[in-house]
């Protein structure tokens, strides 16, 4: 048993110790848990693991006034932040989360403090278009088009001749000049041009004439807009300036857990791929695996430019749905009320309009 001196040393040995720890504990809630996930210009990473970008600046242009300690938490997408802010693991994001009418419900949202909207990229080009249209003319699209249609020529004539040759040979000869013939029959007819220069005189051969007349009346209006899609299709995309004109288009690719996803389900349309980063989405759009990307602008329009992708992808003028972005925290939270205010100082000080500059976001 320890007599009282000793005991008397512990337990003041005890609180001296816990002394040291508990102003530890005191300071842990303290300590602002942001949110975050790479998404440039707003957020961008660096290789030591660093962090910059606009939402990085605007927040430490308002934490100068606050002097709040934090601590940012790395996510992979925005639907692991909503999370995470649904949930309470972190006290606020400065990501540029659109501001919904049921995020406003559900969180405390800031002040906007940037105005996006949802770009077109497309695969640029530096030929002309007749360049375009010569390279287009000689596709494997075009090309499988026409085989398909001499194919049809083919058969009809070859029927016709097999009917013919016995009974009007004059017109339809025989061997491999009667198939020509046939073909000349069979050319003329859907074309409706009308030389006269071969008819059938058999009843069986008038008969697949006039299944051929009306066959071919279907086939060449619908052959005639195939053609036309065909050879137009690497230039259409350069003349979408409204949301009719996207709606043309095949092969949009959207980024994964972005809003794009949402504006094509509200008009209507299908992505035709979806990437994990907007980085891979661009990569694929450069290598004419789709034709359309639809992603913020912004983030675009810096991307193109600090991947060097400028010859092969060109970010188009027009641009859909006005995007509202904000520092989102969850509902009740004390910090809101002085964070929103400094956010709302910030965004009119000469040193936020050299942030957009720096990052290239300016009058987007």
């Given at each position: 048993?320890?007599?009282?001196?000793?005991?008397i040393?512990?337990?003041v040995?005890?609180l001296?110790?816990?002394?040291g720890?508990?102003?530890?504990?005191t300071?842990?809630p303290?300590t602002?848990?942001?949110?975050?996930?790479e998404?440039?210009?707003f957020?961008?990473k660096?290789?030591?693991?660093?962090?910059?970008?606009l939402?990085?600046d605007?927040w430490?242009?308002?934490?100068?006034?606050?002097?709040?300690?934090?601590?940012?938490?790395?996510?992979s997408?925005?639907?692991?932040?909503?999370r995470a802010?649904?949930y309470?693991?972190?006290?606020?994001s400065i990501n540029p989360l659109?501001n919904t009418?049921?995020r406003?419900?559900?969180?405390?949202?800031t002040?906007?403090?940037y105005?996006?909207?949802?770009?077109?990229?497309i695969t640029?080009?530096s030929q002309?278009?007749?360049q375009i249209?010569?390279?287009?003319f000689f596709?494997?699209a075009?090309l499988n088009?026409v085989?398909?249609?001499?194919?049809?020529?083919?058969?009809?004539?070859t029927?016709?001749?097999?009917?013919?040759?016995?009974?009007?040979?004059?017109?339809?000869r025989?061997?491999?000049m009667g198939l020509?013939d046939?073909?000349?029959?069979a050319a003329v007819?859907m074309t409706?041009?009308?030389y006269?220069d071969?008819?059938?005189k058999?009843?069986?051969?008038r008969?697949?004439?006039i299944?051929?007349?009306?066959t071919a009346?279907?086939?060449?209006?619908?052959?005639t807009a195939?053609?036309a899609?065909t050879?137009?299709v690497n230039t259409l995309?350069?003349?979408i300036?409204?949301?009719?004109?996207?709606?043309?288009?095949e092969?949009?690719?959207?980024?994964?857990?972005?809003?794009?996803?949402?504006?094509?389900?509200?008009?209507?349309m299908?992505?035709?791929?979806?990437?994990?980063?907007?980085?891979?989405?661009?990569?694929?759009?450069?290598?004419k695996?789709?034709?359309?990307?639809?992603?913020?602008k912004?983030?675009?329009?810096?991307?193109?430019?600090?991947?060097?992708?400028?010859?092969?992808?060109q970010l188009?003028?027009?641009?859909f749905?006005?995007?509202?972005?904000?520092f989102?925290?969850?509902r009740?939270?004390?910090d809101?009320?002085?964070v929103?205010t400094e956010?709302m100082?910030?965004?009119?000080d000469?040193?936020?309009?050299?942030s957009?500059t720096?990052?290239g976001a300016?009058?987007?």
């Amino acid at each position: 048993m320890m007599n009282r001196p000793i005991r008397i040393k512990v337990v003041v040995c005890l609180l001296y110790f816990m002394a040291g720890i508990l102003p530890v504990h005191t300071q842990e809630p303290d300590t602002l848990q942001i949110g975050i996930h790479e998404y440039p210009p707003f957020v961008i990473k660096d290789l030591d693991g660093s962090y910059r970008g606009l939402s990085v600046d605007l927040w430490m242009g308002i934490n100068k006034k606050l002097n709040r300690p934090y601590r940012f938490v790395a996510f992979s997408d925005e639907i692991g932040i909503i999370r995470a802010l649904d949930y309470g693991d972190i006290d606020l994001s400065i990501n540029p989360l659109i501001n919904t009418p049921g995020r406003m419900e559900k969180f405390e949202v800031t002040q906007p403090f940037y105005i996006s909207n949802i770009g077109v990229a497309i695969t640029s080009s530096s030929q002309s278009q007749f360049q375009i249209f010569i390279n287009n003319f000689f596709s494997g699209a075009f090309l499988n088009i026409v085989f398909l249609l001499l194919s049809i020529l083919l058969f009809f004539g070859t029927l016709l001749w097999l009917l013919e040759r016995r009974y009007n040979k004059y017109q339809f000869r025989p061997g491999i000049m009667g198939l020509l013939d046939g073909l000349w029959w069979a050319a003329v007819t859907m074309t409706t041009v009308g030389y006269g220069d071969k008819a059938p005189k058999t009843g069986a051969g008038r008969a697949i004439a006039i299944i051929w007349m009306f066959t071919a009346v279907i086939i060449i209006s619908s052959f005639t807009a195939t053609i036309a899609s065909t050879l137009t299709v690497n230039t259409l995309e350069g003349k979408i300036e409204r949301l009719s004109d996207l709606k043309s288009v095949e092969k949009i690719g959207i980024v994964g857990a972005s809003d794009c996803a949402d504006f094509l389900f509200r008009n209507e349309m299908e992505p035709y791929e979806t990437y994990r980063t907007p980085g891979r989405a661009l990569r694929a759009l450069a290598n004419k695996d789709i034709n359309v990307l639809l992603h913020d602008k912004a983030t675009l329009d810096y991307l193109i430019g600090s991947s060097e992708l400028e010859d092969k992808v060109q970010l188009l003028a027009v641009d859909f749905d006005d995007r509202y972005r904000c520092f989102i925290f969850p509902r009740g939270h004390k910090d809101y009320d002085p964070v929103n205010t400094e956010l709302m100082r910030y965004i009119l000080d000469p040193e936020w309009e050299e942030s957009l500059t720096k990052y290239g976001a300016a009058n987007q």
